[in-house]
């Protein structure tokens, strides 16, 4: 307040002195004219006026200065708080300036960080900072109910653990070389079986090098993860006609902006963890794809990713076997002479704003030398809608199966209805609930089966 006073003060004086100066200027130069002092110049009056003008404008400049002050004490300023998308963009920065390689090294040679990166990311990882070493951990849970309701036999309700895997994946010494592997525990004998361990080396751009045990790339049914599926079983054709999992090696790849896709492979023909091939033939396979519209989950059932432009994807496979001892229909079979193993299939599958649609067809051919042949065929078409996109998914799914197309009346038929809820708007944490009837032809009287599963599905 002192300094408010003395400043009003000094203003005031200025201001009655220059007031005082006006007041006495027009009597200086009355009495001059009145004196007849003629002798003063016109010129060096004008100038004097210029500098009074022009200390008057100075003086008025600092008087709204001094103004400016005056009101800018009298506010109340409140400390500024950043917003929070300012918070967002700062915290943006740094984090960008964390992540960046030579940060991370200059802070792990000052101590100031750890020589392992470890986070979540679609499961748990842990990586070397120059990420030539990598370990992804996720797991794996489905537990459901069945209530069955069968022709020849009673009724069944009973609880089960569906499947519970552990997979490990990454890659080592370079991100070229990656690595898989699945571990399952078996609820019924409480015992664990691996499922999937391969190495896959990248040779050069589209062409791969993988060895070890996988599912066969056969038909694309099949080849979609037991966690990525639309319907909790898969259709009795893919049990029918898929070649399940085996131990081989195999040149694959996507080419042409990923739009093409091919696999060639050879596996011993025996099925998943087979410790030898004791008649020294194997499988030989192969399989093509292609994209029209670029490249999509295509192996990923329904678009519970709710795709905004359309997208399909056509693929056919081939699988040739010789040999005693031939894994098909799920299971190893034998015979006494060398049998002639001969299948082909074709596939595809489409996905647009919520809405799937995929199929397959498949022709098997088997001659068992000296004794018959078996041709085998069979397809299915099972299609999805969101009603409510990336939640609530209705499905259906119709099915045929022919054992041999040679003997009448042994056909076997699927229907199948569902729902899908996703929890978390992908497959990681879904509710599926079912209702399937399977309905086998038979000389004597059809038999008809209906089963109603429920299963929650939570992978981390």
């Not at 890659?171 to 699945?182: D, M, V």
């Not at 003997?407 to 569902?418: D, M, P, R, T, Y």
């Amino acid at each position: 307040m002192r300094n408010f006073a003395l400043t009003t003060l000094s203003i005031f004086i200025f201001l009655f002195c220059i007031s005082i100066s006006f007041a006495l200027q027009p009597d200086v130069v009355l009495a001059s004219n009145a004196q007849g002092t003629q002798d003063l110049d016109i010129a060096e009056i004008k100038k004097q006026l210029d500098v009074m003008e022009e200390t008057i404008k100075r003086q008025q400049e600092m008087i709204n200065v001094l103004k400016d002050k005056i009101e800018t004490k009298g506010k109340v300023v409140a400390n500024p708080t950043p917003s929070y998308r300012e918070e967002s963009e700062i915290e943006r920065v740094i984090d960008n300036y964390l992540t960046k390689d030579e940060t991370r090294e200059k802070m792990v040679k000052a101590g100031l960080a750890p020589k392992i990166d470890v986070g979540y990311k679609k499961g748990f990882y842990f990586k070397t900072l120059d990420d030539k070493f990598k370990l992804n951990t996720l797991g794996r849970l489905q537990t459901r109910y069945n209530f069955r309701n069968k022709d020849d036999d009673e009724d069944t309700s009973s609880f089960r653990i569906n499947r519970m895997r552990l997979k490990l994946s990454g890659h080592a010494f370079t991100q070229n070389l990656s690595y898989s592997a699945q571990w399952e525990l078996n609820s019924f004998t409480g015992k664990g079986q691996l499922k999937d361990i391969f190495v896959d080396y990248r040779l050069l751009p589209g062409l791969h090098l993988r060895g070890g045990q996988w599912k066969v790339p056969y038909n694309r049914h099949n080849m979609a993860s037991d966690y990525k599926k639309q319907f909790i079983d898969e259709s009795i054709t893919n049990d029918a006609f898929s070649l399940d999992r085996d131990i081989g090696a195999m040149l694959h790849g996507e080419l042409f902006k990923e739009q093409f896709e091919y696999n060639v492979g050879i596996f011993t023909g025996r099925g998943i963890n087979a410790t030898e091939n004791s008649n020294n033939k194997n499988m030989v396979i192969g399989r093509i794809a292609y994209r029209p519209f670029g490249k999509f989950k295509d192996y990923r059932e329904s678009d519970v990713e709710y795709t905004e432009s359309f997208k399909a994807a056509f693929g056919a496979a081939f699988a040739i076997n010789n040999g005693t001892e031939i894994f098909f229909s799920d299971e190893l079979q034998t015979f006494p002479k060398d049998a002639q193993f001969m299948q082909f299939g074709v596939d595809s599958i489409m996905k647009y704003r919520g809405f799937s649609l995929q199929g397959e067809y498949h022709l098997r051919s088997l001659d068992r030398r000296g004794f018959n042949r078996d041709t085998a065929k069979g397809f299915f078409v099972q299609g999805g809608y969101f009603p409510v996109p990336k939640r609530l998914e209705l499905v259906a799914r119709y099915a045929q199966f022919d054992p041999d197309v040679n003997v009448s009346e042994n056909l076997k038929k699927e229907f199948a209805l569902g729902t899908n809820w996703y929890f978390s708007k992908n497959h990681h944490h879904k509710l599926q609930t079912n209702v399937t009837r399977v309905v086998t032809d038979n000389p004597a009287n059809d038999k008809e089966d209906t089963l109603i599963s429920i299963m929650h599905q939570l992978e981390w």
